[in-house]
């Protein structure tokens, strides 16, 4: 099984590594092919995106981040998400027909 870091921001990887997520495979986009059933994807991905990966059996966990309208659009350290209160949230998303 593989863990599959998905960003293209230095302060979310160091902050990712800072909780043991160092050691996975870092992408700055992925190809949602490449995850097999059991890997973990780690990012802020689209919902769609989310829904591919989890009817497959990959596991997600999303990279939240409460974000102030003023510094959106910049980029944070490790030390500012862990001030602004980033975690990780576990998601699953199912595509449903529209009719």
Not at 12 to 22: M, Q, V
Not at 48 to 60: F, H
Not at 71 to 86: C, I, K, M, N, Y
Request: glycine share 10%; hydrophobic share 40%.
């Amino acid at each position: 099984m593989t863990t599959w870091i998905v960003s293209r921001h230095p302060g979310a990887i160091e902050w990712l590594a800072r909780r043991g997520f160092g050691a996975g495979h870092h992408v700055a986009h992925l190809d949602p092919a490449r995850p097999a059933k059991g890997d973990t994807v780690v990012g802020t991905l689209p919902v769609p995106l989310i829904a591919r990966l989890t009817e497959r059996g990959v596991d997600y966990l999303h990279l939240t981040i409460p974000v102030p309208a003023e510094r959106r659009g910049t980029e944070l350290s490790a030390d500012e998400l862990e001030h602004l209160g980033a975690c990780l949230q576990r998601f699953a998303a199912k595509r449903i027909p529209v009719p």
